[in-house]
């Protein structure tokens, strides 16, 4: 039998197991922390990420996961922007930005590419092999 009981992952206390990761309290704490920001959002077009976290207390960090989530909607904020996880440029979705995005997929099919070319020449490799193979025991005969 096991127990339906787990640590906040947000404050660290022992709380009954549910969809969330977190307690109760946290989750309640992060509803107030989303209606601040609404609110402010909505008074406030104009406003920058950190005019945002500056002015309700709540951190950039959780500013963007509302947005990531799309709980916070960037459609009426002009200047609200994030930094791309990779070189820190400023974006309005996604999680990187369009040029790191592109290296990435290039990188990606260059390392596809480097692996065919071993495979065709491990297989020619062996292709060879085998002919030397089957002349030395051709001249045996």
Avoid: W
């Avoid at 922390?33 to 406003?47: M, P, T």
């Avoid at 990188?107 to 480097?114: G, S, W």
């Avoid at 065709?120 to 085998?130: D, I, L, R, T, W």
């Amino acid at each position: 039998m096991s127990l339906n009981v787990m640590n906040c992952t947000r404050c660290g206390k022992l709380c009954v197991r549910t969809v969330s990761e977190i307690c109760p309290a946290c989750m309640k704490e992060l509803e107030v922390q989303y209606e601040s920001c609404l609110h402010y959002l909505r008074e406030n077009r104009g406003i920058t990420l950190q005019e945002l976290s500056d002015a309700t207390g709540v951190s950039v960090k959780q500013i963007i996961r509302f947005i990531r989530e799309g709980r916070i909607s960037m459609v009426n904020a002009p200047n609200l922007t994030y930094p791309c996880e990779v070189c820190g440029t400023p974006i309005r979705e996604q999680a990187i930005c369009p040029s790191c995005r592109q290296r990435l997929m290039n990188d990606f099919n260059q390392a596809q590419q480097d692996e065919k070319r071993k495979d065709e020449a491990k297989q020619q490799q062996e292709g060879v092999s085998y002919q030397i193979k089957d002349r030395l025991r051709e001249r045996n005969k």
